[in-house]
């Protein structure tokens, strides 16, 4: 455990032991049937407003970025909409629909257009604040948080009035810093009555905000030293790229680079804004530098340098510079890997006053990147960490130029810095870990530390469970227990809304102690009816920062015993990263859980990178397949492989697996092909709340007995031990047919019945064994590959049954008088129908295998004889008469 974090607990351990005495105290559950449920989906998330001058079809950079912030926030736990302007760099387009949904996404644009002239920017930026002022009027385009873009530079200031006037909360993303960005490009003094005042104005934006986001540490660093009030508001959330979107391409199958002439020649690209934050000059001396040799320079954009470029290169009789202007959206992944070197470039005077988010896009194009910065950029560091090229100093061109000389020359160099360079995209700066560090800022903006202390003592959460299932026969495993909270303003919210909060807070512990008691409370309750504390059992996710409480192993010790629940009905599920904390201490608890009989599951296993190594690494009992996977599972064929190497690594490591997400049935049947044995998700069941289970377990988990007199009713399902004839005939024999397929018992039980028999119909091998005990019956077909308990070990169980029933009967029958006697010296006492029925059962095993060792171990568990799959009916036929008939012979 980190110290920061072993600091916070110990500071609010006071008031968590109180709410733990609370929640925890006894077995009264929280209330639940009380709690009111919302049927409006949208009420579930958060609603994010974003105050955005740019979004495409504008190519602006900012624009593209925030677009494929609002698309993943939306598809997590949010409901955003988004204010913009018409587009002004637009490709093909001059006029984008002023209403419209993408991706979940609700945009509206303002009529106001961004002009590229300085005047008209001016100008069309203040129209664009004056929309946004009236559209913010309207309280349903607030939401319950809205978030402003920091271009134009003066439209944060709307958030600051809003506030004030609708105690409306807002965030700040900052992408320029201004008006230092202003000061350093020399357009007015750091003096002037203008700077003083918009950094008057700023501070009170800043301390009213909720949260300020900065793409970089310098830029955090240059915010604090001017106002040192908001530094713990401010947040580092980097820029990202898509690398499954932008991934390498070779120049020779990359139809950007041959109709442009680009793959015979070692090409240096400069894409994106050419403005007067970026250093051209120090790109234009090294292509003087090479103006003999086989390089050429490709710039792709626009920008207030690029004219002054263009005329600079005419100048210097440049024939190696080309100039291209912005390029549609989806030609990026051409555009960007249809070079050998990327460059990116921050001018002097401008770190952290701006955002060079072109950056990592070229990273994850797969190309070596040359960056031109000062030498305290973040820059370098990340290209060092990254390993994917180098850094320079603004003006030296002579070594960009021997730089670009030496990856022209090795080739092999060259793909090996581009490939670090996606690899550490793919690690680091993907859409979805970015877009999770937005959500985990943005809820804790709308949560507040008082609504969420209040949440927890008043009880407002609640939980609801999604049944775990086989997936040969939907027989219900157990449940995950899922928490929800019902919020006495924004109605119900789903984990994701608010669990990202309750940590930061700290209140993630007492909450977490309340959850595994609630579960095991409930379990047992649940087990209690079914007659079944043996397989039954629960599921519990654990944050990380639970994980590693000193007090897990003896807190999880009193829960279970208190609420009299075996120890291997509880898997506790983790995630990665609650390994990785701390390695050596996640070990020794994983060691003390697995003493206990607790399974862990590894949650969201194989969206990470290291996923596969964290299984020969810590001794883990199962994995949870992450539903990003099982998704793909219909469009992507490579992802049935990969989950096949996972199946198989974990049979070798005696790992249990489990899909998440399934929710449909070729996701099923696929899964199924594959070897996975249990699952969740919609398909099934959704998470449904607790006085729903039962009848869920009495229609998935009941053992079916059906009557030769009512075979029309046959796939009725009725309570374990009842009958459709409530007066069968004593002579008839009765069947005992187990098999986890569907298909397979109905056509064995309309083979037996034609035959003029009673059936009765098991769907594993534990509900054989109950079901044998309570009806005693004259025969049993077993199917032999039946998950969890196969045919072989419940024939075995059958005997061992019968033997003791046998005994036990047995030792009743004797006399109390002769009790004491020898056996040697008394009559054999007479043996109990029942007795005799259980004892000279025979047990029919039904096997696709007909190799000598399946024999043998069908003979050896006890089974009378055995018949193989494909079954020959006629043969089965042969088999129920000789055996049943010699079987109920009067004795």
């Given at each position: 455990?980190?110290?920061?974090?072993?600091?916070?607990?110990?500071?609010?351990?006071?008031?968590?032991?109180?709410?733990?005495?609370?929640?925890?105290?006894?077995?009264?559950?929280?209330?639940?049937?009380?709690?009111?449920?919302?049927?409006?989906?949208?009420?579930?998330?958060?609603?994010?407003?974003?105050?955005?001058?740019?979004?495409?079809?504008?190519?602006?950079?900012?624009?593209?970025?925030?677009?494929?912030?609002?698309?993943?926030?939306?598809?997590?736990?949010?409901?955003?909409?988004?204010?913009?302007?018409?587009?002004?760099?637009?490709?093909?387009?001059?006029?984008?629909?002023?209403?419209?949904?993408?991706?979940?996404?609700?945009?509206?644009?303002?009529?106001?257009?961004?002009?590229?002239?300085?005047?008209?920017?001016?100008?069309?930026?203040?129209?664009?604040?004056?929309?946004?002022?009236?559209?913010?009027?309207?309280?349903?385009?607030?939401?319950?948080?809205?978030?402003?873009?920091?271009?134009?530079?003066?439209?944060?200031?709307?958030?600051?009035?809003?506030?004030?006037?609708?105690?409306?909360?807002?965030?700040?993303?900052?992408?320029?810093?201004?008006?230092?960005?202003?000061?350093?490009?020399?357009?007015?003094?750091?003096?002037?009555?203008?700077?003083?005042?918009?950094?008057?104005?700023?501070?009170?934006?800043?301390?009213?905000?909720?949260?300020?986001?900065?793409?970089?540490?310098?830029?955090?660093?240059?915010?604090?030293?001017?106002?040192?009030?908001?530094?713990?508001?401010?947040?580092?959330?980097?820029?990202?790229?898509?690398?499954?979107?932008?991934?390498?391409?070779?120049?020779?199958?990359?139809?950007?680079?041959?109709?442009?002439?680009?793959?015979?020649?070692?090409?240096?690209?400069?894409?994106?804004?050419?403005?007067?934050?970026?250093?051209?000059?120090?790109?234009?001396?090294?292509?003087?530098?090479?103006?003999?040799?086989?390089?050429?320079?490709?710039?792709?954009?626009?920008?207030?340098?690029?004219?002054?470029?263009?005329?600079?290169?005419?100048?210097?009789?440049?024939?190696?510079?080309?100039?291209?202007?912005?390029?549609?959206?989806?030609?990026?992944?051409?555009?960007?890997?249809?070079?050998?070197?990327?460059?990116?470039?921050?001018?002097?005077?401008?770190?952290?006053?701006?955002?060079?988010?072109?950056?990592?896009?070229?990273?994850?194009?797969?190309?070596?990147?040359?960056?031109?910065?000062?030498?305290?950029?973040?820059?370098?560091?990340?290209?060092?960490?990254?390993?994917?090229?180098?850094?320079?100093?603004?003006?030296?061109?002579?070594?960009?130029?021997?730089?670009?000389?030496?990856?022209?020359?090795?080739?092999?160099?060259?793909?090996?810095?581009?490939?670090?360079?996606h690899r550490f995209i793919q690690s680091n700066f993907t859409?979805?870990?970015?877009?999770?560090?937005?959500?985990?800022?943005?809820?804790?903006?709308?949560?507040?530390?008082?609504?969420?202390?209040?949440?927890?003592?008043?009880?407002?959460?609640?939980?609801?469970?999604?049944?775990?299932?086989?997936?040969?026969?939907?027989?219900?495993?157990?449940?995950?227990?899922?928490?929800?909270?019902?919020?006495?303003?924004?109605?119900?919210?789903?984990?994701?809304?608010?669990?990202?909060?309750?940590?930061?807070?700290?209140?993630?512990?007492?909450?977490?102690?309340?959850?595994?008691?609630?579960?095991?409370?409930?379990?047992?309750?649940?087990?209690?009816?079914?007659?079944?504390?043996?397989?039954?059992?629960?599921?519990?996710?654990?944050?990380?920062?639970?994980?590693?409480?000193?007090?897990?192993?003896?807190?999880?010790?009193?829960?279970?015993?208190?609420?009299?629940?075996?120890?291997?009905?509880?898997?506790?599920?983790?995630?990665?990263?609650?390994?990785?904390?701390?390695?050596?201490?996640?070990?020794?608890?994983?060691?003390?859980?697995?003493?206990?009989?607790?399974?862990?599951?590894?949650?969201?296993?194989?969206?990470?990178?290291?996923?596969?190594?964290?299984?020969?690494?810590?001794?883990?009992?199962?994995?949870?397949?992450?539903?990003?996977?099982?998704?793909?599972?219909?469009?992507?064929?490579?992802?049935?492989?990969?989950?096949?190497?996972?199946?198989?690594?974990?049979?070798?490591?005696?790992?249990?697996?489990?899909?998440?997400?399934?929710?449909?049935?070729?996701?099923?049947?696929?899964?199924?092909?594959?070897?996975?044995?249990?699952?969740?998700?919609?398909?099934?069941?959704?998470?449904?709340?607790?006085?729903?289970?039962?009848?869920?377990?009495?229609?998935?988990?009941?053992?079916?007995?059906?009557?030769?007199?009512?075979?029309?009713?046959?796939?009725?399902?009725?309570?374990?031990?009842?009958?459709?004839?409530?007066?069968?005939?004593?002579?008839?024999?009765?069947?005992?047919?187990?098999?986890?397929?569907?298909?397979?018992?109905?056509?064995?039980?309309?083979?037996?019945?034609?035959?003029?028999?009673?059936v009765a119909e098991a769907e594993s091998g534990e509900q054989?064994?109950?079901?044998?005990?309570?009806?005693?019956?004259?025969?049993?077909?077993?199917?032999?590959?039946?998950?969890?308990?196969?045919?072989?070990?419940?024939?075995?169980?059958?005997?061992?049954?019968?033997?003791?029933?046998?005994?036990?009967?047995?030792?009743?029958?004797?006399?109390?008088?002769?009790?004491?006697?020898?056996?040697?010296?008394?009559?054999?006492?007479?043996?109990?129908?029942?007795?005799?029925?259980?004892?000279?059962?025979?047990?029919?095993?039904?096997?696709?295998?007909?190799?000598?060792?399946?024999?043998?171990?069908?003979?050896?568990?006890?089974?009378?004889?055995?018949?193989?799959?494909?079954?020959?009916?006629?043969?089965?036929?042969?088999?129920?008469?000789?055996?049943?008939?010699?079987?109920?012979?009067?004795?």
């Open positions: 455990m980190k110290d920061a974090d072993r600091k916070m607990i110990i500071s609010k351990r006071t008031d968590q032991n109180m709410i733990v005495a609370k929640m925890v105290k006894g077995l009264d559950p929280a209330p639940i049937s009380s709690l009111k449920r919302l049927n409006d989906p949208t009420q579930d998330k958060i609603k994010l407003s974003i105050i955005t001058q740019f979004y495409p079809p504008d190519f602006a950079a900012t624009g593209q970025f925030i677009e494929e912030l609002a698309t993943n926030l939306s598809q997590q736990a949010m409901s955003v909409q988004v204010f913009t302007g018409q587009p002004g760099y637009a490709y093909q387009m001059n006029d984008a629909p002023q209403m419209e949904v993408v991706d979940q996404v609700s945009i509206q644009r303002s009529r106001i257009t961004h002009s590229r002239r300085k005047l008209g920017r001016t100008i069309s930026s203040i129209l664009f604040c004056l929309r946004s002022a009236l559209y913010l009027i309207d309280p349903k385009h607030r939401g319950d948080l809205v978030l402003f873009v920091s271009e134009p530079p003066y439209l944060q200031t709307l958030g600051y009035l809003a506030n004030w006037l609708f105690h409306m909360p807002y965030a700040c993303l900052v992408y320029d810093l201004y008006p230092d960005v202003a000061v350093e490009l020399g357009v007015v003094s750091e003096n002037h009555w203008l700077v003083r005042f918009w950094n008057a104005v700023n501070k009170r934006v800043w301390k009213r905000s909720e949260s300020v986001i900065v793409p970089s540490e310098t830029m955090k660093e240059r915010i604090a030293a001017r106002v040192p009030e908001v530094t713990d508001k401010i947040t580092v959330i980097h820029n990202w790229a898509d690398p499954t979107w932008i991934k390498p391409i070779f120049k020779q199958q990359n139809s950007f680079a041959q109709a442009h002439n680009l793959v015979d020649t070692f090409t240096v690209l400069y894409s994106g804004n050419m403005g007067r934050c970026h250093d051209m000059e120090t790109i234009l001396g090294a292509a003087w530098e090479l103006r003999d040799e086989p390089v050429q320079f490709l710039f792709i954009g626009a920008g207030p340098k690029r004219e002054p470029c263009v005329k600079q290169v005419e100048k210097m009789g440049l024939t190696n510079c080309h100039f291209l202007p912005y390029q549609d959206k989806a030609l990026l992944p051409q555009s960007l890997t249809a070079c050998d070197l990327s460059l990116v470039s921050v001018d002097v005077g401008m770190e952290g006053l701006v955002a060079p988010s072109k950056f990592y896009s070229a990273l994850s194009s797969g190309r070596p990147v040359a960056v031109i910065c000062e030498k305290h950029s973040y820059l370098r560091q990340l290209v060092s960490e990254a390993n994917c090229g180098a850094a320079f100093d603004n003006g030296d061109s002579k070594g960009l130029a021997g730089f670009i000389r030496y990856l022209a020359k090795d080739s092999q160099v060259n793909q090996q810095l581009g490939a670090a360079g859409p979805e870990l970015i877009s999770s560090q937005y959500l985990k800022v943005l809820q804790r903006a709308v949560l507040k530390d008082a609504d969420l202390r209040r949440a927890v003592e008043q009880q407002e959460f609640y939980l609801e469970y999604q049944p775990v299932v086989t997936l040969g026969n939907t027989r219900i495993r157990g449940f995950e227990a899922l928490v929800r909270w019902q919020h006495p303003q924004r109605g119900q919210l789903k984990p994701a809304e608010f669990l990202s909060a309750i940590e930061e807070s700290g209140l993630i512990i007492p909450l977490g102690w309340w959850l595994i008691n609630q579960a095991c409370y409930q379990l047992r309750q649940w087990q209690t009816e079914m007659l079944d504390e043996h397989t039954l059992g629960i599921r519990i996710n654990l944050s990380s920062r639970q994980f590693l409480q000193p007090d897990l192993i003896p807190q999880i010790d009193r829960i279970l015993d208190s609420n009299n629940v075996k120890a291997g009905c509880l898997t506790l599920q983790i995630s990665e990263e609650s390994l990785m904390v701390d390695p050596a201490a996640a070990t020794a608890i994983l060691m003390q859980l697995r003493s206990r009989h607790i399974q862990v599951c590894l949650d969201g296993f194989g969206k990470g990178v290291a996923s596969l190594s964290y299984l020969h690494r810590f001794p883990i009992t199962a994995i949870e397949i992450d539903r990003s996977l099982i998704g793909r599972l219909e469009s992507d064929p490579e992802v049935a492989k990969l989950i096949g190497t996972i199946m198989a690594l974990a049979q070798d490591l005696e790992i249990e697996v489990t899909a998440e997400g399934i929710e449909t049935l070729h996701q099923l049947q696929q899964l199924k092909a594959i070897g996975i044995q249990q699952g969740q998700g919609h398909w099934f069941s959704q998470a449904v709340q607790p006085e729903r289970i039962l009848s869920l377990l009495h229609q998935h988990n009941q053992v079916r007995f059906i009557s030769a007199s009512e075979s029309t009713h046959a796939s009725e399902p009725t309570e374990i031990g009842d009958t459709v004839d409530s007066h069968p005939s004593p002579n008839i024999p009765l069947v005992l047919i187990a098999d986890d397929e569907k298909l397979m018992r109905t056509l064995l039980r309309r083979a037996v019945e034609k035959e003029g028999y009673r054989a064994l109950i079901l044998y005990r309570q009806l005693q019956p004259n025969m049993v077909l077993l199917d032999a590959m039946m998950p969890e308990m196969d045919g072989f070990a419940c024939c075995s169980q059958l005997r061992q049954v019968a033997a003791a029933t046998v005994r036990s009967l047995d030792n009743q029958a004797v006399p109390s008088d002769i009790s004491s006697s020898p056996i040697t010296d008394t009559p054999e006492p007479e043996t109990s129908e029942g007795a005799h029925v259980l004892n000279h059962c025979p047990v029919l095993i039904i096997t696709s295998l007909d190799d000598t060792e399946s024999v043998d171990r069908a003979f050896e568990a006890g089974a009378t004889d055995y018949i193989t799959k494909p079954v020959n009916w006629a043969v089965l036929r042969q088999r129920l008469h000789r055996l049943l008939d010699y079987n109920t012979l009067p004795t």
